[in-house]
């Protein structure tokens, strides 16, 4: 017998959250967690709530999602292929436009194979807990992505994390380890929270001379970072020494889905024991056709590529000079965090910028580090000249009406 | 090495860290007696591993709850 009082709920470990939700809601503010875009117009403007609303946190930052070749691609898929594949990559999931995408990677990244997941989140997932197991170490930076600690919890392996972006502690921690131990070193390009690089070559030479295989997530940089777009490690010159490189198709290549692809001489065998990949639905026809238009497209971006550099410092240093705080002292990438002074302020930032008519990210712990609460901007590259200085008008009356600057 | 000389080692790291000067037992907890913050735990973690040159794995943090689990923990590692 049970009985209503006594049954503990399973939900009481959230009252926490629901409380501060809640008071935060009282205030009258628009929920900035469930915003609804009601027409998208272009890659940097939608209609929400009835307001055209220039789109400052998309991470599209290539502006592929309204391209007419990716367009076009993806419509004669849909005829030619139909909705969806209803299956595993390993059963009657592969569709030929899959293996078009994974060519398209591995000629993309110069590599010699790739591997497409349903999303970025199971790349990670999939990758990380499949190749690190028992008996082995994986040492990671603090600040990683949900979608690598969540690897970590599903793998069997030692996780080892390490200061942010911290040469001397990852060295000290990969020295710690037990002689003949499998080693993996996560590291981001771009971290997505405050926008900010890591110093891959001086990282990787540490993790390389400790003997360590190389996971480099590199989602933010993707089709603008690195001569070729590769990224950050091909900027720094040592993508060669990376073991594998994670991406996604839902920022600069302007869909959904997630890859990983590597040199590894035995890199196949993951399609088989790789279970995010295995027991889960392959994206559908559409969204591979458009992916693959879409990276092939990106290999010849010069232009579009200083454009977006050109409005990361514009908007950078315009915040700035208006008296925000910003998560990197220079731009690094096209994310331009703005740090708020607390979450009640930030929210409210979040809700007058949205009336001025401008999207950004509201961020807070536990998804930023030393629990700040950030406004994070992610730049596109069909963002006017013009539009990046319409809103740095509309930070700039938002913060005095907040009382931030 | 023995546990009363680890146990000294200990004290001395977590003095700085513990801010209120909580009155220690091994019975003491990091999150509640302590009220340490995740930030807190990692900073303090890494403090300890320098201390003993050793690796503190998050599998074996999560079995860590108390002052006295710390030093048997830190005692075992060590040999």
Redesign the interface.
Known sequence: MTDAATTPDLFSKFDGLIEQRRALLANGIEDPFNLVMEKVLSPTVAVCNGRETILLGTYNYMGMTFDPDVIAAGKKALDEFGAGTTGSRVLNGTYAGHRAVEQALCDFYGMDHAMVFSTGYQANLGIISTIAGKGD?IVLD?DSHASIWDG?KMGDA??????HNDIE?ME??LR??PEGAGKLVVLEGVYSMLGDIAPLKEMIAVAKAHGAMVLVDEAHSMGFIGPNGRGVAEDQGVLDQVDFVIGTFSKSVGTVGGFCVSNHPKFEILRLVCRPYVFTASLPPSVVHTAATSIRKLMHAGDKRAHLWENSRTLHAGLIARGFTLGTQTPQSAIIAVIMPDLERGAAMWEALLHEGLYVNLARPPATP??MTLLRCSLCAEHTAEQVQTILGMFERAGKTVGII | MDRADTSARIAAVIEPFNKKAVALTDDSTFAGDLEWDSLTVMDFVAAIEDEFDIIISMNQQAEIETYGQLIDAVTKIRG
């Open positions: 170490y603090i970590c030692e996780v080892v994390p390490f200061k502690a000290k921690r710690r380890i030393a629990g």
